[in-house]
């Protein structure tokens, strides 16, 4: 007989409890589907000369198809990385507050645009534009949807077919390859590039400006906080850029990048300038990211003149790069945050993680080895706790390295593929484990494992011997 006839029908299929279920869950069509796609894989696998399967092994099939296809793309994963703020990771994970603010956002309407004391029209800007100007000094504020939008809206509105004049040292290029003397081009902005590329003089800029005052938008400061030169180097402090903008009548525009509103070295970190400090240098704009050392979602920032912002507001595209109330709702959360700077780094989700103490992480890893270890008791590695410099990430604070803690899995021989075979194994757990391979090692970073998640990722990690064993047995099938 031949075997391709012997096939259950869809109909057998659908009937079995366990594709009932998922019907329940996921609808007719489609397990529907996913029953027909086992299937046809089925019949060529057997034209093949494999074996007939029995109706276990294909529901079992389906099964993991359909759970599959159904699974969210974007899912939590456990960022054992050692970058705090990783960009393919989201970046700031939210705080609490924010979290709840987003929901409750996300399921009733809200005042987004709707002047509840007026019963008027709003402006979704004042949702947090009392709190940025509260916590910069600025005089007004506004939100689009992340600091490249907020760089090429303010060139834009302000510097179209102008000159912009911008130390050669600081035209970075940020995440993506996107370029800041791209963004002012498109932004149809004509780029003026002063000084070189490690030292930078006043006279340099003031030189610019006697070439082409009457053609000149603005000058403009580009923090460069995803790199960093050392050695023979000058910058022009920003009060004497200030200065020298407005005795030409011109904006001082800085771009802070990463951006943060509190002074980072209260809590022991690096410092790194903030919008308030930028403010008070003499800066009439300043722009920064969100979902970076602020901790929040993503957004742009721009803080500054109120008579700018307005000109801002009024550009068309502001429109198209304004953000909705989800950002605003979590966004508003996390800058209510900073009114209370003594309590920040226990509240603040990122900056909590950035300051956790190297002892608490190596004690967490002394309690998870044990669970680590069993999940690796059958392959031929060791697991040990190391210590570990984990980088803040995202282009913020670029050259330190904050003293952490984590384990180092390294093959017991040289056994081609054994790091690989268990950093893919990692990636495939329930809840995917990122982790990182240098120097011949699988390195484990424990810095942004938060202590109310050791329990599922010990038990994320119990999953592991499965998932490597179902994946050499696909390898083998195929």
Request: proline share 5%; hydrophobic share 50%; glycine share 8%.
């Amino acid at each position: 007989m031949n075997p391709l006839s012997q096939l259950p029908s869809v109909d057998r299929l659908l009937s079995a409890p366990t594709l009932a279920a998922l019907v329940d869950a996921h609808g007719h069509a489609v397990v529907t589907g996913g029953i027909r796609a086992v299937l046809a894989a089925a019949r060529g696998e057997i034209r093949q000369g494999a074996p007939l399967p029995d109706d276990a092994a294909l529901i079992a099939r389906v099964g993991a198809g359909v759970t599959a296809a159904m699974r969210p793309k974007l899912r939590p994963v456990f960022n054992l990385s050692g970058t705090v703020l990783h960009t393919n990771l989201g970046r700031a994970p939210l705080p609490e507050e924010a979290v709840q603010a987003l929901i409750a956002a996300a399921r009733a309407p809200c005042a987004l645009e709707y002047d509840i004391e007026s019963g008027g029209r709003g402006d979704r800007d004042s949702v947090v534009d009392g709190l940025l100007c509260e916590l910069t000094g600025a005089e007004a504020a506004t939100v689009v949807n992340n600091n490249a939008a907020a760089v090429f809206l303010l060139l834009n509105t302000l510097a179209q077919k102008k000159q912009v004049i911008v130390s050669r040292g600081e035209l970075v290029e940020i995440g993506g390859a996107f370029r800041v003397p791209d963004i002012m081009s498109r932004a149809g902005a004509k780029l003026v590039e002063v000084g070189t590329t490690n030292r930078t003089h006043l006279k340099d800029f003031a030189e610019a400006l006697a070439a082409g005052a009457a053609r000149t938008a603005m000058l403009m400061k580009v923090h460069a906080s995803n790199y960093a030169i050392h050695g023979f180097t000058h910058a022009v402090p920003e009060v004497e850029l200030a200065a020298l903008a407005h005795q030409h009548g011109l904006p001082f525009v800085i771009d802070l990048g990463s951006g943060t509103l509190a002074d980072l070295t209260a809590y022991g970190l690096p410092h790194e300038p903030t919008a308030a400090e930028a403010i008070a240098a003499g800066a009439d704009l300043v722009c920064f990211s969100g979902d970076k050392l602020l901790g929040g979602p993503q957004a742009g920032l721009l803080v500054g003149r109120k008579d700018l912002i307005a000109k801002i507001k009024k550009n068309p595209l502001k429109r198209a790069l304004r953000v909705g109330k989800l950002t605003l709702a979590a966004l508003e959360a996390v800058l209510a945050l900073y009114r209370d700077p003594a309590r920040l780094h226990l509240r603040l989700t990122a900056l909590r993680q950035l300051t956790r103490p190297e002892a608490e992480i190596a004690a967490q890893a002394a309690r998870l080895l044990p669970a680590l270890q069993a999940a690796l008791a059958e392959l031929p590695v060791t697991a040990t706790i190391i210590q570990l410099g984990s980088q803040i990430g995202s282009g913020s604070l670029p050259i330190d390295r904050l003293p952490s803690a984590g384990f180092a899995i390294r093959p017991q021989a040289r056994r081609g593929g054994v790091l690989n075979r268990i950093e893919r194994g990692l990636r495939s757990l329930s809840r995917p484990l990122i982790g990182r391979i240098e120097d011949g090692a699988l390195l484990l970073d424990l810095r942004c494992l938060e202590l109310g998640e050791e329990f599922e990722f010990a038990a994320a990690l119990a999953g592991l011997p499965a998932v490597l064993a179902a994946q050499a047995a696909q390898t083998e099938t195929a």
